[in-house]
């Protein structure tokens, strides 16, 4: 059986987030020949031009079934999510469709659709703050990879749209064809530490923003009580303006911040070493190994006895 893949693009459409589901179908593809037809769909034929200015060809939007509809994000996702045409031809699609799915900010697209009212559905963490007021009946999850509910899947950011590809062959055509895509593409079948993109979220609000340095600090004292009074007292600022600050400049509140350290530290320590799970807590500063155990499971979505098998597999 042909599933006939619909990769729907539009102006200022971000090049990755079409390219990377694009070029995962196409490998598994050459692993289980005629499995998958794939087809470029924008609102008129001929070349799109993405972000970057690199175009790609498309055919315009018909009313013949998909099996798989992807919709890329980018740039230009504020005006398609506006386009009375293109979103009522995406809400058709849906419905003729055995699933649809989003990369990036094409949530957008969906939550425009009425798509994911009531479902759980996630997007890049840059947008998650305005995805958040734009569309309040979505139940938004900002950490994820990757979130499939029911036959809707939606996606983090960018280079997430591998991710959900590899989870869309996987369900198609099993483990084997998914893990030997990936091998192809030279990416982790299923992305060490599960499905959370919190180092992004770190990595930019910390790292490069104003408290670079706190971060460092926290680092270097997880096993530590890091209460938000102890931070103000470092960053040199009262309780009250340091939460504000932080929570500005990162979009996270302090305590979501050191919980989010402590959690890289102890994924990175459950996946390379054989140190027990309750050392693993104490020493990154969760103390009771099921505090840890809830913590891994929110941002994971496994906890991390499973993480440590799947690293070993």
Known sequence: MTRRIGVLVFPDFQLLDAAGPISAF???????????QIEVLAQTDGAVTSSSGAAIAANGLD??????LVIAGGMGVDAAAADPGLVDWVRRAAFRARRVSSVCSGAYVLAAA?????RRATTHWSRSDHFARRFPKVRLEPDRIFIREGEVWTSAGITAGIDLALALIEDDLGAEVARRTAQTLVVHHRRAGGQSQFSALLDAGGVHGRFAELMDWVRERLAEPLSVERLADRAAMSPRNFARAFRAETGLTPAKAVERLRLEAARIRVETSREPIDRVAEAVGFGDPERMRRAFVRAFGQPPQVIRRTARA
Do not use: H
């Open 26 to 36: 196409e490998i598994a593809a050459r692993y289980r020949p005629g499995a998958y």
């Open 63 to 68: 009313e013949g079934p998909l099996d798989t």
């Open 114 to 118: 009425g798509l994911l009212d009531g």
